[in-house]
């Protein structure tokens, strides 16, 4: 697995397969392979995919300062340097959703197409909030879980679930750990509105509903910043990535490979 340099930062990435190279930006939570492991395989029968470990995320290390927007995007277009590969497709999740729209505006020539998922322009007193109840409940690895999955899954995908016992498994995979916490952090300061007019990539926002995570309106936020983008609405929470992958998938294929 690759390593690099970027400022402060120690970043890997890893490539499969092989075709156009595919950039996958993970958003709060262990990395790249916890966000989109489950997913890589079937985007590598038609690309070669890149899954970065950024900043804040379990396998990268740096100084321990505060987390920037502007930071993750380097450090996303250091990866695609150091791979080779440019300019790319590029798809964030969540957080990661606001840093590949970033990495879009600062470094155009380095971006295809751009795909945010579940992203955000501006954090607003919704999530200033919910964000400030996930901090709270840091000292309690279980409870800072439980208010996690409740607002990244939606009621559905919950139900679906046999026990609260597997509710709580999901919930030990976003831990509070001291980079997750940087990365919420990061969530409360998000704000590219200054950035979004500079998008000069094709891009398809996709959003999730119902999402109680990082609710719709923004990612119809992040449609309306940028310029000639499309738009398509999951049936789903926030985990679109989870709750529908297989729509996901062919949604971002059709996409990237559309003349």
């Known amino acids: 697995m690759p390593t690099i340099s970027v400022g402060s930062a120690s970043v890997k990435y890893r490539i499969t397969g092989s075709g156009p190279s595919l950039v996958l930006v993970h958003g709060v939570g262990k990395g790249g392979e916890a ?11 038609t690309n070669s995919v890149i899954l970065p470990d ?10 321990g300062s505060a987390l920037t927007i502007e930071g993750q995007a380097r450090e996303v277009a250091a990866v695609i340097d150091d791979a080779g590969v440019g300019p790319v497709d590029l798809v964030g ?10 990495t879009a505006a600062l470094y155009p020539e380095k971006v ?33 879980g439980r208010v996690l999955t409740a607002t990244a899954f939606s009621p559905r995908y919950i139900n679906s679930l046999d026990s609260l016992q597997e509710v709580d498994e999901l919930g030990l ?35 999730c509903n119902p999402d109680a995570a990082v609710p719709t309106q923004h990612s119809r936020e992040l449609h309306a910043g940028i310029k000639d983008s499309s738009y398509v609405e999951f049936d789903s929470g926030h985990m679109v990535l989870v709750e529908k992958p297989d729509e996901f998938v062919q949604t971002v294929k059709d996409f990237i490979h559309k003349p």
């Not at 966000?35 to 029968?45: C, D, K, P, Q």
């Open 173 to 207: 995979h976003l831990s509070p750990s001291e980079g997750r916490i940087r990365q919420l952090e990061l969530l409360v300061r998000t704000d590219i509105r200054d950035l979004l007019g500079r998008v000069e990539a094709k891009t398809l926002v996709v959003a």
């Open 93 to 102: 999740f969540s957080l990661g959703g606001a840093v590949v729209a970033a």
């Open 112 to 144: 295809r197409r751009l795909v945010p998922v579940g992203g955000l322009v501006q954090a607003d007193t919704y999530m200033k909030n919910l964000i400030g109840l996930t901090l709270s409940q840091k000292h309690d690895p279980v409870a800072f």
């Open 35 to 45: 966000a989109f492991g489950h997913l890589v395989e079937r985007f590598a029968e």
């Open 54 to 63: 950024l900043s804040g995320s379990e396998a990268a290390q740096d100084d």
